[in-house]
C-alpha cells in the first residue's frame, strides 16, 4: 500500500464514524499530513449543520497543516450551505495538496470545488480508493441526483420463495438474529415504507428497536386507497418521527373524513397523482430529505416498484423452512437475482441475507 492509499484509507475508516448520523448529508472523513509527512489532523463529519471533515481536521492541526497535505474522501465544496466553503479554508490554512477520492455529485459542488483549489496553484489528485468513497454514500450520490431515496426493497421468504401463509396475518420466517440485523440496518435509513395492507394485516410498529436512533426515522404508507384505519398500532410511535400517508387527489376528495381523522393522529397526508404514483411519492419523499428508504412490503407495492425501476438494492432473507401449498408466492427470486449487479450473502443464525444491488440503477 503506498502512502497516499494508507492516508486515504484512514479517511474513509473516520468518515464511517459518521454512519446512520450525516443525512442528508454525506458522510466525509478527512486525514492531514505535515510538510515533514506526518499525520498532523483528523475529521470526519459528524452530522448535518455541523463542521465538514476538512474543517474539523484543519482545526486539528493548526498550524502544522502549513504546506502539507489534505486526504479527503469526498470533494471539498465551495458553496455556502448550512456551513462554509471548505476551499476557502484549504487555501487559508497553506494546504499544498490535496488528494481527493471522489468528485462531489452536488450539482452546486461537481467539480468545482477541484477548479477552485487548482486556480489557488494548489496540486489536486482524484480518484484514489473512489469505489469505495462511493460505496460508502450510495444513498447521498443517488438523493442529490435523482432526487429521491436509494430504495432498498426487503423481504423474508421461505426456501420457495414464500412470503407468508395465505390469508394469515403476521407469517414470522425469521429468526432473532436476522431481526436484530434488521433493527440495525432501521437505524441507518431515513424512512421505511409499507403498503397499506402490511398496515391492516400486520398492524406493525415501524420503529427501530434496540438500536440506538437518535435522529427522527420517517414512516411512510402507500395508501392509495386511503385504507389504513387512524386506530393502527403505527399512529401510536408519532414521537419516533413523521408518519406519511401517501394517497391520490380523487381519494383524497371522496374520503375528506378519513384525511381529517389520520391528520388528528398525527399523520401527514401526501397527495400524489395516479399515473406514476411511487415516483411523485419518492420526490415527495425526496423533498424531505429522506435519502434512503428501506420498504418492507407487500408484495403490491414491491412488485410496483420493481416495474417501475425504483429499486437500487434488494435484501432478502431466507429462512430454512417451506409454506408449501399454504404459502403465498412473493415476486419471481429467479428474475429478481438476474438484475443484480453484485450479489452479498451473510449467514444470520439459521438464515441467509441475499443482498444486492439492481444494475439498471448502478
Ligand atoms: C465537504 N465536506 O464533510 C461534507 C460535504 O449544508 P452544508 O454546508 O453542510 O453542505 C452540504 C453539502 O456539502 C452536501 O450536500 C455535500 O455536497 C457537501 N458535503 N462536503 O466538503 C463534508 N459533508
Ligand atoms: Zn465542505
Redesign the pocket.
Known sequence: MTVDERHMQQALQLAANGRGR?S???M?G?VITGSDGQVVGTGY?ES??GP???IRALRTAGEFAVGGTLY?T????C??????P?TEEIVAAGIRRVVVSTL?P?P??QGS?VETLRRHRIVVDVGLHANAARDLNFA?FTW?VKGRPFVIMKVATSLEGCFSRKGHSRTKLTSEMADSHVHGLRAEVDGIAVGSKTVIVDDPLLTARYVSRDRPLTRVVFDRRLRVSPSARLFGTRSAGPIIVVTTEAQCERESDRVRQLRDVGADIEVVPEADDLGWALQKLGKREVTCLVVEGGKSVHHALWRDRYVDRVQMFIAPMRLGVDGEQWLNRDLVMKELATVRVTNLGPDVLVEGDVHWNH
Do not use: K, Q, S
Request: charged share 15%.
Open positions: 450525516t442528508p448529508n454525506p466525509v478527512a463529519h448535518a449543520g465538514h471533515a476538512e479527503c469526498l470533494e471539498p465544496c458553496h455556502r450551505g448550512r456551513t462554509g471548505c462531489d452536488n452546486i459542488v470545488g447521498f442529490i
